[in-house]
Each structure stands twice: as C-alpha cells, then as structure tokens.
Nanobody, 124 residues
C-alpha cells in the first residue's frame, strides 16, 4: 500500500498563487508516477498534471499548461503542484494520486492510490 497525505490549498483571489504538497509513504517502490486530479461540484474528476516517480518527465492538461508546475517525486517522496495565475474555474477539490498508469497519464483508472483531497477556491 501507498499512503498519500496532501497539504496546502485554501482561498485565493484570481491571479494569485497556491502550492499543494503530497507526501507519499509505504511501498513507494511500487509506483511509477504521481499525478494531480481535480473535481469541481457537479463535474467529473479531471486530470491536471503528472510526473514520473524519477521526476524526469511531466505532463499537463491543456487548461493548466503554462500556469501550473508539478515537481518533486522520489528525491523527497513528495510531489508539489505550484499553481500560478489562478482563475475562478480552477476552483475544485484537488486529489493527489499514485500508481503505474499504462493507458495514458490522464486516465484516472491508472492510479491505485489517492489522497484525501484539498479544497482550492479562487474568488473573482
């Protein structure tokens, strides 16, 4: 099992920044990538960003490319999501995920382990 503990999030005005952290523990040797997903009220959970456990490769959803940065991984057993130029439409619960995705970074079914979620609210 892999345990994921998220921290960060909160309330920020549009144009502001926030950073989420996700600390991984347990059988981390079993994972090959970590990702961030988000879910807004009444909407499906959607992919935000992913990073290989080695930290050598990153992948972003078009909606956040150029504004969000995923970093970290096995060097510190922690993954970060730096979110800049936040927009009201970024408001959601953000989930950290870990696993061995083989059918695409954005496929949530490729991630076996999930954090508890962190609320991010962007006011206009």
């Amino acid at each position: 099992q892999v345990q994921l503990v998220e921290s960060g999030g909160g309330l920020v005005q549009a144009g502001g920044s926030l950073r989420l952290s996700c600390a991984a523990s347990g059988r981390t040797f079993s994972i090959s990538a970590m990702g961030w997903f988000r879910q807004a009220p009444g909407k499906e959970r959607e992919f935000v960003a992913a990073i290989t456990w080695s930290g050598g490769f990153t992948f972003y959803a078009d909606s956040v490319k150029g504004r969000f940065t995923i970093s970290g991984a096995n060097a510190k057993n922690t993954v970060y999501l730096q979110m800049n130029s936040l927009k009201p439409e970024d408001t959601a619960v953000y989930y950290c995920a870990a696993g061995r995705p083989t059918t695409g970074w954005e496929n949530l079914f490729g991630y076996n382990f999930w954090g508890q979620g962190a609320q991010v609210t962007v006011s206009s």
